[in-house]
T-cell receptor, first 111, second 113 residues
Framework: GESVGLHLPTLSVQEGDNSIINCAYS??????FIWYKQESGKGPQFIID?????DKRQGQRVTVLLNKTVKHLSLQIAATQPGDSAVYFC??????????FGSGTRLLVRP | DVKVTQSSRYLVKRTGEKVFLECVQD?????MFWYRQDPGLGLRLIYF???????EKGDIPEGYSVSREKKERFSLILESASTNQTSMYLC????????????FGNGTRLTVT
């Protein structure tokens, strides 16, 4: 497969455990945030989003938490599966409606 | 589901050639984007379009141009390909207005020799 990034931080978890992927964002005026998953050889896939008037949002097996005080975003994946292995990006939307992407975290799921 | 289709998964071109990368989306989205993705540099915005016939420069437009003659199609043009344009190119679309996510295609891996 193709590597989407060199020297990415890597999180290794046991299959069935919960995963927490963290992201620090840069602009305190950003009001919309998104998590993407990118598997080898594919484009980024939308997972979940959250607006700045919320602290938490849940999807299927995923939860996004937003802490505006410290400009921190996290993605929690419950009962991590081998198919969750990928690179995960956070993105923030600035006032010009352009997305600013983080550098990504590689999630490895051990069987 | 939104489908963003990029016409080629892999392309190999020679230095100096004119290259066209095509992207089509099927959700009537107003906004369309072209990014390139390189190891260690992440996703960088080349050009975007808010609607038909409109185009805006992104962060790295040099050496590229775009065309949006129809709402569903957004083309990226490399006027004279160079080796430093070897990259993964990603097209994306989203509905207009704020607070909506981008939906990406699966990318075109371009190699310029």
């Amino acid at each position: 497969g193709e590597s989407v990034g060199l020297h990415l931080p890597t999180l290794s978890v046991q299959e069935g455990d919960n995963s927490i992927i963290n992201c620090a964002y840069s602009n305190s005026a950003s009001d919309y945030f998104i998590w993407y998953k990118q598997e080898s050889g594919k484009g980024p896939q939308f997972i979940i989003d959250i607006r700045s008037n919320m602290d938490k949002r849940q999807g299927q097996r995923v939860t996004v938490l937003l802490n505006k005080t410290v400009k921190h975003l996290s993605l929690q994946i419950a009962a991590t599966q081998p198919g969750d292995s990928a690179v995960y990006f956070c993105a923030e939307m600035d006032s010009s409606y352009k997305l600013i992407f983080g550098s990504g975290t590689r999630l490895l799921v051990r069987p | 589901d939104v489908k963003v289709t990029q016409s080629s998964r892999y392309l190999v071109k020679r230095t100096g050639e004119k290259v066209f990368l095509e992207c089509v989306q099927d959700m009537d989205h107003e906004n369309m984007f072209w990014y390139r993705q390189d190891p260690g540099l992440g996703l960088r915005l080349i050009y975007f379009s808010y609607d038909v016939k409109m185009k805006e420069k992104g962060d790295i437009p040099e050496g590229y141009s775009v065309s949006r003659e129809k709402k569903e199609r957004f083309s990226l043009i490399l006027e004279s390909a160079s080796t430093n344009q070897t990259s993964m190119y990603l097209c994306a679309s989203r509905r207009g207005g704020n607070n909506s996510p981008l939906h990406f295609g699966n990318g075109t891996r371009l190699t310029v020799t």
